[in-house]
């Protein structure tokens, strides 16, 4: 029972390099999404997808993309890194908007 | 615009002591979900209950409690005879302009 994987689980990046994020859901749900937690800020949205080739901007979708190319597949991009980015990033996905949300074990990536 | 307020950044108790988690939200919908998720120190995100605002029976679950109250727009978490194990962060969440809006947390720490 893998639920929603994330990888990589740790990362370390330089300013301006780029990187992707991957998460795989098995649960077959609709919805996927990106946060990330910063300390004292609880999860903030950052984009999110209610079905295989569409996205939408969360509440902090700024300096990230994404794409859902596959239903079971989500993937976040940092074109150019930057400090202010260094975050936790968790992936969630859920069958509908409403429904529970599934998370993965989170990324903890920071930028210098 | 829906929100999430959880007042208590930080509680501490003795184990065996109970303890009461606040949540306090803001919601235009007529109906609408609330949630309770766990993060202990691993760093995962626990589901714990999702509430239907048109139930407004008390939950319980175990050593576990749920208060729901409409009037107040208030969804508080008790814990009674709380233990080491309970020592997390816990956010209260609920569907709003973005698919859910979470509080900031409340982070417990049982002392033994």
């Known amino acids: 029972n893998a639920g929603v994987t994330q990888t990589p689980k740790f990362r370390v990046l330089k300013t301006g390099q780029s990187m992707t994020l991957l998460c795989a859901q098995d649960?077959?749900?609709?919805?996927m999404y990106w946060y990330r937690q910063d300390p004292g800020m609880g999860l903030r949205l950052i984009h999110y997808s209610v079905g295989e080739g569409t996205t939408a901007k969360g509440e902090v979708p700024d300096g990230y993309n994404v794409s859902r190319l596959k239903k079971q597949n989500f993937l976040l991009g940092l074109e150019s890194a930057a400090p202010s980015q260094t975050s936790v990033y968790f992936c969630a996905s859920s069958y509908v908007r409403s429904s529970i949300q599934y998370f993965g074990a989170g990324t903890r990536l920071s930028v210098l | 615009a829906q929100k999430v307020t959880q007042a208590q950044t930080e509680i501490s108790v003795v184990e065996k002591e109970d303890v009461t988690l606040d949540c306090v939200y803001e919601t235009r919908d007529t109906t609408y979900y609330l949630f309770w998720y766990k993060q202990p120190p691993s760093g995962e995100l626990v589901f714990l209950i999702r509430r239907n605002s048109f139930d407004e029976q008390n939950e319980i679950s175990g050593r576990y409690s749920w208060n729901f109250q409409k009037s107040t727009s208030s969804f508080n978490f008790t814990i009674t005879a709380s233990q080491v194990v309970d020592s997390a962060v816990y956010f209260c969440?609920?569907?709003?302009?973005?698919?859910?809006?979470f509080g900031k947390g409340t982070r417990l720490s049982v002392i033994a």
């Open positions: 649960m077959n749900h609709e919805y």
């Open positions: 969440a609920l569907p709003g302009n973005t698919p859910l809006v």
